[in-house]
């Protein structure tokens, strides 16, 4: 995997991390950096659908996976809509963990791309649920 996608990969994570940062220093309002926040994970969620929808694309794949990958936007969605709290950071904390295990088992890459890729994608969706839960024990 070349470095530029781990840099971009750990580039994305700067919002999880310094967001909270920002109430914990007392430089930001909780209310409007919570909003920013699961706004921010709602996108970032919705890009991983995208990577679904590419590999169903990609491999003429018309099954389960091109439905999937639409579940993450809709997700992130109906949980801006819907819901709020620390309910909100734990739907979205898990459909990121979902994301993680459904890429795991279904995209078709070779097995060591799969890896890299997994153990990549391990590293960010443990450092964005930590920051999902540490707006919520901000809280």
């Not at 967001?19 to 309002?29: A, E, G, H, Q």
């Not at 639409?70 to 950071?89: A, E, F, K, R, T």
């Not at 088992?105 to 540490?134: D, F, G, N, S």
């Amino acid at each position: 995997m070349p470095i530029q996608f781990k840099l971009l990969g750990y580039a994305g994570l700067l919002p999880f991390i310094c967001l909270p940062l920002l109430v914990v220093t007392d430089i930001s309002n909780y209310f409007y950096t919570f909003q920013h926040f699961v706004q921010y994970s709602a996108i970032i969620l919705s890009f991983f659908g995208g990577i679904h929808w590419y590999d169903a694309l990609q491999n003429n794949r018309v099954n389960h996976q091109l439905y999937v990958a639409m579940l993450p936007s809709i997700v992130g969605w109906l949980g801006l809509v819907l819901l709020d709290g620390n309910v909100l950071l734990g739907v979205l904390s898990c459909a990121f963990i979902g994301m993680l295990t459904y890429d795991k088992y279904t995209l078709v890459m070779p097995k060591a791309k799969v890896i890299e890729y997994t153990t990549l994608r391990l590293a960010l969706t443990t450092v964005v649920v930590m920051c999902h839960l540490a707006m919520a024990l901000i809280a």
